[in-house]
Antibody
Framework: EVHLLESGGGLVEPGGSLRLSCEAS????????MNWVRQAPGKGLEWVST????????FYADSVRGRFSIGRDNSKNAVSLHMYSLGEDDTALYYC?????????WGQGTLVTVSS | DIQMTQFPSTLSASVGDRVTITCRAS??????LAWYQQKPGKAPNLLIY???NLESGVPSRFSGTGSGTEFTLTISSLQPDDSATYYC?????????FGQGTRVEIK
């Protein structure tokens, strides 16, 4: 069974930085693309970023490109999201998600709140 | 970017009703479309992939059709457990994009 456990969320001031982590189990991590998807309070889903299985290809939403950086460590079955220059619009529940095409397994999310 | 337009935004139906949600893409996405169900306080759950393929474990009352720019998700006989918000998502190209969501309520 796929299990994805996010961590690293919290309260951060505007302009600040945060690093999210996701520990994966139950599947062959090194063969799997991984994603981050976020959901602002009371709003819909927004795809944030994707990293290929090898880590050689990364993709970002326009809203975060240049401020967020996705990474992975296949030796630790972990994916991360480094977030910089955070603004109030980045306040959301951030989900770690498995899948290259359809997003077939989701973690429970970690909440990021950007506020002064 | 490919825009995904979903409608209606909300629908209310009775148990046993047939329910249809529509998702329209601003450009052709062939069949690269997924549908998700999200219940309050929970993570989304994949229902349908590649427009019409039922994910393992999903009840057969859910079905998906369409290709190109027009897609539908149908619940053949609405059940109380189907009260949720449903999202479509294209994965034809980056950036991946979701529809705005359809909230399904049980009368």
């Amino acid at each position: 069974e796929v299990h994805l456990l996010e961590s690293g969320g919290g309260l951060v001031e505007p302009g600040g930085s945060l690093r999210l982590s996701c520990e994966a189990s139950g599947f062959t991590f090194s063969s799997s693309a991984m994603n981050w998807v976020r959901q602002a309070p009371g709003k819909g889903l927004e795809w944030v970023s994707t990293i290929s299985a090898s880590g050689g290809a990364t993709f970002y939403a326009d809203s975060v490109r240049g401020r967020f950086s996705i990474g992975r460590d296949n030796s630790k079955n972990a994916v991360s999201l480094h977030m910089y220059s955070l603004g109030e619009d980045d306040t959301a529940l951030y989900y770690c998600v498995h899948g290259w095409n359809a997003l077939d397994s989701w973690g429970q999310g970690t909440l990021v709140t950007v506020s002064s | 970017d490919i825009q995904m337009t979903q409608f209606p935004s909300t629908l209310s139906a009775s148990v046993g009703d047939r329910v249809t949600i529509t998702c329209r893409a601003s450009l052709s996405i062939e069949s690269w479309l997924a549908w998700y169900q999200q219940k309050p306080g929970k993570a989304p759950n994949l229902l349908i992939y590649k427009a019409s393929n039922l994910e393992s474990g999903v009840p057969s009352r859910f079905s998906g059709t369409g290709s190109g720019t027009e897609f539908t998700l149908t619940i053949s006989s609405l059940q109380p457990d189907d009260s949720a918000t449903y999202y479509c998502q294209q994965y034809n190209s980056y950036p991946r994009t979701f529809g705005q969501g359809t909230r399904v309520e049980i009368k």
